[in-house]
């Protein structure tokens, strides 16, 4: 109901905003976004814990995603050092493209191909399933039958999506990395072992705990967007198509500012 | 179709629910203006009303789902608005919630639907006497064969049977019914009406029936409220309610009720 709205045949009522409308709107959807994070970290730590539901949305997250991640992975790999070469070529280094690769799949492309499949695929799946839980008062029926419904379906989820996208992003770089081995190997002759040890020599401890740090962030958000959006949905089956599709755009969006600002942690700690 | 005889076991010096004053408003519009009920033990209460009335509204305060604005409602000696989450929960245990659309877990079959709450809050219970309860109350509700299958392979009156055996599946001393035959043809919507009454029977239970099906209020209820603009203004038995002269009750039978 918009209370700004004066009802016909009486005389305009005062404006009820604190500020402005979409600016009070917006300031409610971020307390509720701080109370929602809130509740997660309240909540995590006590029991009852849900192993069975923990292990179920592992199983969607993780392993239904395997295909999807294993060709995209494979396929950028390929394609990303077919693209490279005649850069490289142009001053006679070709010999440092699994060097190149090995930078760019572990610091970079792993990472984040991981998290935006993901927020594609995952995070629309638990935007849409939520959205349709509470349209159809399931969520409703767990809280009436005592049983924590932010516990059985956020918790879950958020810790499920925490621990799959950091395995799924080691799958994926080490699959872009086949990729990209298969067309150096094609084209400069280059052995498996020489590859790979090219590709361990070019990066640091440092980058593969920044690769992993990433993936549990992008991990942790494709998870609370998805429920945020898909819990708080409004009624009616529009409102699971809008959660749905704002869970894959903002968790998309927050993915690129979050690599912005790690990227920029990372460089000042190895500048350091 | 005959009035239901009234339950001689109600106990009238026994009240399960009792709601003061209870008044509740979504932004401008008051929804409740000011509620005063009761339910007594092993009683059957409809609350007849228009859509929109704030018949729902009103168990979703009972069960704690929402909160009043203003007065005092009291289950089984307890101030729903006054307890913490643990106790709530603890509540919520003696009071089995129907909902509308029967609200099934879409992911779980049956007997998935049927464990989840038991799995919860009776873990002392052996996986025999589990399987037990679960046959028990679907057998209860005409529907064993069912066990095995998912919401989406059952009709609407199945799923609502369904919904009203996984409420049962805690022996909860209330009974809240949200349109139990919305939706349902005619044929279905008599047997949910029987079923009603053998959950009375059967397991002992106070309930409130929310509907504005003139038949099923005829059928279940024991006594029969009627919300009007935000306050209960008819109660009695189903005739004595419609022995009214007020226009607003009158064009609700006339309008909805088939004889």
């Known amino acids: 109901m918009d209370l700004n709205k004066d009802k016909p045949g009486t005389a305009p009522t005062r404006r009820r905003y604190v500020t402005t409308r979409r600016l009070d709107r917006i300031f409610v959807e971020l307390a509720n976004i701080y109370r929602f994070n809130a509740r997660f970290f309240k909540e995590v730590w006590f029991p009852p814990y849900e192993f069975r539901e923990i292990i179920k949305q592992c199983y969607e997250i993780g392993v239904r995603s395997l295909p999807l991640i294993s060709l995209t992975g494979f396929i950028i790999g390929i394609v990303f050092t077919n693209q490279s070469r005649p850069s490289l070529a142009d001053f006679g280094a070709t010999s440092l493209l699994p060097a190149l690769i090995s930078v760019a799949i572990i610091r970079a492309i792993g990472p984040l191909v991981t998290a935006l499949i993901a927020a594609g695929r995952v995070g629309s799946a638990i935007g849409a399933e939520l959205g349709s839980m509470r349209v159809t008062e399931q969520i409703d029926a767990m809280e009436v039958s005592a049983t924590n419904p932010f516990k059985f379906l956020v918790v879950s989820r958020v810790l499920a999506s925490t621990l799959m996208i950091p395995a799924l992003t080691m799958f994926t770089t080490l699959v872009s990395l086949l990729g990209g081995y298969l067309n150096v190997h094609q084209n400069e002759l280059t052995s498996l072992s020489v590859f790979f040890y090219q590709v361990f020599d070019a990066i640091t401890f440092l980058d593969i705990i920044a690769s992993s740090v990433k993936s549990v962030i992008f991990g942790f958000t494709i998870g609370m967007v998805g429920c945020y959006k898909g819990y708080n949905s409004s009624k009616g089956t529009e409102g699971v198509g809008k959660a749905a599709n704002s869970s894959v755009v903002t968790a998309m969006f927050l993915i690129f500012i979050e690599e912005l600002l790690i990227m920029q942690v990372i460089n000042a700690i190895r500048a350091f | ?259």
Do not use: W
């Open chain 2, 1 to 259: 179709m005959e009035a239901k005889e009234i339950n001689p076991n109600i106990d009238r010096n026994e009240k399960v629910i009792s709601i003061r004053g209870l008044k509740k408003a979504f932004d401008d519009f008051e929804v409740l203006k000011g509620v005063d009920l009761d339910l007594y033990k092993g009683e059957n209460l409809v609350v007849l009303g228009r859509s929109g009335t704030g018949k729902s509204v009103l168990i979703k305060i009972i069960s704690g789902l929402l909160y009043g604005d203003e007065g005092s409602v009291n289950v089984l000696g307890k101030e729903v608005g006054a307890l913490k989450p643990r106790e709530l929960d603890a509540l919520r245990l003696k009071i089995g919630f129907s909902f509308q659309n029967s609200a099934l877990y879409d992911s779980m079959t049956v007997r998935e639907n049927l464990e989840f709450p038991l799995v919860r809050h009776a873990k002392e219970m052996g996986e025999a006497e589990r399987e037990e309860l679960i046959l028990y109350v679907l057998e209860a509700v005409g529907l064993s064969q069912a066990i095995n299958q998912m919401p989406s392979e059952l009709s609407g009156g199945q799923r609502k049977r369904i919904g009203i055996a996984r409420t049962l599946i805690l022996k909860p001393e209330i009974m809240l019914y949200d349109e139990p035959t919305a939706g349902l043809d005619p044929i279905t919507c008599i047997e949910i009406n029987s079923l009603i009454n053998e959950v009375q029977q059967k397991f002992n239970t106070s309930s409130i029936i929310i509907t504005h099906d003139l038949t099923c209020a005829r059928a279940v209820g024991d006594r029969v409220v009627m919300l009007l603009d935000g306050q209960f203004q008819r109660e009695g038995t189903f005739d004595e309610v419609f022995e009214s002269n007020d226009e607003r009750v009158q064009s609700f039978y006339n309008y909805n009720f088939i004889d």
